[in-house]
């Protein structure tokens, strides 16, 4: 097949793909049928299908990787396409002839553990893991907390321009930039040596009808594909070509000069069978392609292990870095403490909702008045990252449905006005020592579940728990200080 063609194809599809990734997390809007398909766009993500038990997108993936290798990875998946923009800095100006790629040893045993914790995190509902490796969850979540706010600022958005809280914005920012810089410098690391996804697929894309081969017969031992593999996947040595961790991005065979490589289902078949194999210390017999080999500069050793230590390093402290709210002077008040935080309406149950959400963000990005923000202790630890229910901040819209009318996973299932109405999420629970007796909880309910009842400290607030959903507009409007009279306890 034409190379040129193929990597053109590729390139086009690449970008009309990050562009609609990013553009159902920055525009924001009201109508229930876009929503719809913002929501089915982040949908054909493959970890997000696979947490929402989407088994039609999960296999159909399966299928096409089975057939025409990772094109997910090159064309689809967000983080890829990121990555691959980064890795053009090392191609520009002096860096040109420089730094060429080398062939490396693939880090099976990293690969292979990492999605032996995906999976069993997947299985018992520890979040925390596929959270922090989920290729397009890492991707969503930084253009929510960076790129979004300053779409806000350029178009005079401003409601628009509160963003997550500050580990989320700290998390993702890190993230991304190691991943970068990763890219910038070795290629496709993340890919072939910590992303779940790519992980799993590459276990198939060995196996793809469709690959990558190489025609011994024409090689000229130029090493010009293997200096431009972002996978580090072509061996020259043995003139093969790694389909685990190749990403079928084509730049290889758009640089042979002598039509030695292709993108085919046929494998080569040597003329003269003169390529052999090194095994246990026996040599093998002296080849004119020999002498053109040990011409050839010998592929360079990089130490990833260093690099992917300090990635998860850089990447797992700030969740465990939170400063607590600041303690205001003593004034007689209490401190409310909820035993569970608010998740969003439309959660089937609290504990569905955590096991399935992945944290990208698409939730928050479109709720209009900012209430929700990315979670840090708020459901522990081991769930950081999911949207919490922040009434301190902003109220709930009431006719408002976007989060659960977004979510690619089904950690929150669509709402439509009418059911939110009726969809308890939380309860409000009264602080009579923190009360100043204003009244402007009763006032604000939507749903009258509040009355100012005479008592031995003055005029208190009684809650109907029968009536009341946990909206939040008590305690966003409660003028008390330093501590609200009223806030909402969640409910299991």
């Not at 099976?108 to 299985?123: D, E, F, G, S």
């Not at 040990?294 to 230590?309: H, Q, V, Y």
Request: charged residues 15%; proline residues 6%; contains cysteine.
């Amino acid at each position: 097949m034409n190379g040129k063609i193929l990597k053109m194809t590729r390139i086009v599809v690449a970008a009309v793909s990050l562009a609609l990734m990013t553009a159902i997390v920055i525009i924001s809007t009201a109508d229930t049928d876009t929503q719809h398909v913002i929501s089915r766009v982040a949908h054909i993500q493959i970890l997000p299908a696979a947490m929402s038990l989407s088994m039609t997108v999960f296999v159909s993936w399966l299928i096409v990787t089975l057939i025409l290798g990772r094109v997910y990875c090159s064309a689809v998946c967000p983080m890829g396409i990121f990555q691959d923009i980064c890795s053009r800095s090392r191609r520009l100006g002096r860096n040109r002839d420089r730094r060429p790629y080398r062939y490396s040893r693939p880090l099976t045993y990293t690969r292979n553990l990492t999605l032996a914790l995906v999976a069993v995190a997947l299985a018992t509902g520890i979040s925390i893991i596929p959270v922090l490796l989920d290729p397009y969850s890492i991707y969503s979540r930084f253009i929510f907390n960076y790129v979004r706010p300053l779409y806000a600022l350029a178009t005079s958005t401003a409601g628009s321009v509160i963003t997550g809280a500050t580990a989320g914005i700290v998390i993702s920012g890190v993230t991304m930039a190691v991943i970068g810089w990763l890219a910038a410098r070795n290629g496709r690391t993340f890919c072939n040596s910590l992303c779940p996804v790519g992980s799993m697929l590459g276990l198939i894309s060995r196996h793809s009808y469709m690959r990558i081969d190489i025609n011994t017969d024409r090689c000229i031992q130029c090493h010009k594909c293997e200096h431009v593999c972002k996978a580090s996947c072509i061996d020259l040595t043995d003139h093969v070509v790694d389909g685990s961790r190749c990403v079928a991005c084509f730049d290889c065979l758009t640089v042979c000069p002598n039509d030695a490589i292709h993108y085919t289902p046929n494998r080569h078949k040597l003329s003269i069978p003169m390529m052999q194999r090194i095994s246990n210390g026996v040599s093998r017999p002296a080849t004119s392609l020999d002498a053109s080999a040990d011409n050839a500069s010998a592929p360079r050793r990089i130490d990833r292990r260093k690099f992917l230590a300090l990635g998860i390093v850089a990447a797992a402290t700030p969740t465990l870095l939170r400063a607590d709210k600041a303690v205001a002077r003593a004034t007689g008040g209490k401190s409310p403490h909820p035993h569970l935080a608010v998740t969003p309406p439309g959660a089937p149950s609290r504990q569905q909702f955590l096991t399935r959400c992945t944290g990208c963000g698409l939730c928050m990005s479109h709720c209009p008045t900012g209430v929700l923000k990315a979670s840090v202790r708020e459901y522990g630890i081991i769930h950081i990252l999911h949207p919490v229910m922040d009434y301190d901040r902003a109220r709930c819209d009431w006719e408002c449905t976007a989060c659960s009318q977004v979510c690619p996973t089904t950690a929150l299932l669509p709402l439509t006005s009418e059911t939110k109405h009726r969809t308890a999420i939380g309860l409000a629970t009264v602080v009579p020592e923190n009360c100043v007796h204003c009244g402007r909880c009763a006032r604000s309910c939507p749903v009258h579940a509040i009355e100012m009842l005479d008592a031995s400290r003055g005029r208190l607030p009684a809650v109907d728990a029968d009536v009341c959903i946990g909206c939040g507009t008590c305690q966003n409007v409660c003028p008390a200080s330093p501590y609200k009279a009223i806030y909402i306890e969640g409910i299991e």
